[in-house]
C-alpha cells in the first residue's frame, strides 16, 4: 500500500403571507412593528434554506453502501477542498512572478506546506477513498488529476502517474459526473447533506448540481 499512499498524498497539491405594518420615522426609513417592537425592516436578513429531496434506501445493501460511501466522502473530500484552495492561491500568486525560477520556488513552499500539514493523514487512505478523492477534485477544482498534475509539473509525469494507478484499478483521468454515474450521485447526495448539518465545510465548486433533477434520473435506486 505504500505506492499507492505516495499517490494520493501527491493529489491535492499537483494540482479551485399577509403584509407587515410599516410606519415611518422622520428619515423615511421603513421599519417593520412586531409585538410591541420596531426595528427597521433593511436590517432583517434571513439564511437561505434549501430542502433536499428524500433519499430512500429500501434494502439493506443499499444502506450499508451508502453508509461505506458516506464515511469515505467524509474522510477525503476536506483534502479536495485543499486542493482547489492551494490552486487558486497558487494560481493567484503564479501570475504576479515573473521569473520560472521564482515560480518553481513558490510552487516548492506551497508543496512543503501541504506535505508537512496532511501527509501523515493522507498516507492512510485506502484506495476506494483515493479515487473518490480523484472525482473530487475534478468536482472542485473543474480539472481532472491528471490534467493538474499536466499542466503543473509535465505531460510525461502525469502519464507516468496514471499507468501506475491503473495497477490499482485507479484513473486520474476519471472525471466527477453525478448526471452518468450513480456513485457520483450518492456522493453528490452526501455531501449537500453535510454541508446543511454543518459536518462539513461548504466550498463552491466548478459546478453546481441540482439534487431534484438528479434525484429524478436516480429514480430507480429510491425505490
Known amino acids: 500500500m505504500k505506492p499507492i499512499a505516495c499517490l494520493i498524498f501527491w493529489l491535492p497539491f499537483l494540482i479551485f403571507g399577509q403584509n407587515p405594518a410599516y410606519e415611518k420615522d422622520s428619515i423615511s426609513e421603513k421599519r417593520l412593528i412586531i409585538v410591541g ?3 427597521s425592516n433593511n436590517s432583517i436578513g434571513l439564511n437561505e434554506i ?3 429531496p428524500k433519499l430512500k434506501l429500501t434494502t439493506s445493501d443499499s ?5 461505506i460511501l458516506q464515511r469515505k466522502t467524509i474522510k477525503v473530500y476536506p483534502y479536495a477542498k485543499l486542493a482547489a484552495e492551494r490552486l487558486k ?3 493567484d500568486r503564479m501570475s504576479l512572478l515573473k521569473s520560472k525560477q521564482s515560480k518553481k520556488k513558490y510552487a516548492r513552499m ?3 506546506f501541504v506535505e508537512d500539514e496532511f501527509a501523515e493523514k493522507l498516507k492512510r487512505n485506502t484506495v476506494t477513498e483515493g479515487q473518490i478523492l480523484i472525482k473530487l ?5 473543474g480539472d481532472t488529476a491528471f490534467d493538474l498534475i499536466k499542466s503543473l509539473r509535465s505531460g ?3 502519464y507516468w502517474y496514471n499507468n501506475f494507478a491503473k495497477l490499482f484499478k485507479m484513473s486520474l483521468k476519471t472525471p466527477f459526473d453525478p448526471k452518468e454515474s450513480e456513485e ?3 456522493i453528490e447526495d452526501i455531501l449537500q447533506r453535510q454541508f446543511q448539518n454543518g459536518q462539513l465545510d461548504y466550498q463552491k465548486s466548478h459546478q453546481e448540481f441540482d439534487l431534484y433533477k438528479l434525484s429524478k434520473k436516480w429514480k430507480p435506486l429510491n425505490n
Open 110 to 112: 506551497i508543496q512543503k
Open 37 to 39: 417592537d420596531t426595528i
Open 89 to 91: 492561491l497558487l494560481n
Open 137 to 141: 477534485i475534478h468536482r472542485q477544482t
Open 156 to 158: 510525461w509525469r502525469a
Open 63 to 67: 444502506r450499508r453502501r451508502y453508509l
Open 184 to 186: 457520483d450521485y450518492l
Open 50 to 52: 434549501f430542502i433536499l
